[in-house]
C-alpha cells in the first residue's frame, strides 16, 4: 500500500472517530490490513445501527474504559470517547450518570477518572 492509500485510511479514521492516535498511525503504516480489519470490527461494534444507538455505546465505552485502564495514560482515551458521545448527542448528565455507575463495580478510581476527564472536556468547549 502506498503513502498516499495510508493517509487515506488515517483521514477515513478521524472521520470515522474524530480523532486518530500517534499509535493507531504507527499500526497503520506497519500493517494497514490489520487496521482495516480493527476497523471493520469497531465499525460494527460501535457505529451499527441496532437496539443501543451510536451515543449510548459511547458512553458505555466511557465507562469501560475508565474501569480497565484508572490512570493518567487513559485520559486521552476516555476524553476521546466523551467528546464522540457529546457530538452524538450526549448530554453531561447521561455521561455523569454513567460514570456513577462505576462506585459499585469498580470503586472510586475509576469514578474519578471519568469526573476527571467529563469535566476537562467541558472546560475544553467553554474555551
Not at 43 to 71: D, F, Q, W
Amino acid at each position: 500500500m502506498d503513502d498516499a492509500e495510508k493517509k487515506a485510511l488515517m483521514d477515513q479514521m478521524v472521520a470515522d472517530r474524530g480523532w486518530i492516535l500517534p499509535e493507531q498511525e504507527f499500526y497503520i503504516e506497519k500493517d494497514p490490513e490489520y487496521h482495516a480489519r480493527q476497523s471493520a470490527v469497531y465499525n460494527h461494534v460501535i457505529k451499527r445501527e441496532g437496539a443501543l444507538s451510536e451515543k449510548m455505546r459511547e458512553i458505555i465505552t466511557v465507562t469501560a474504559l475508565c474501569v480497565r485502564l484508572p490512570g493518567t495514560e487513559v485520559e486521552t482515551y476516555v476524553k476521546n470517547h466523551i467528546r464522540r458521545a457529546l457530538d452524538l448527542g450526549a448530554t453531561e448528565d447521561e455521561i455523569f450518570e454513567a460514570v456513577q455507575c462505576l462506585i459499585f463495580p469498580a470503586g472510586g478510581p475509576s469514578l474519578m477518572m471519568g469526573i476527571k476527564c467529563l469535566r476537562a472536556v467541558l472546560e475544553e468547549r467553554k474555551s
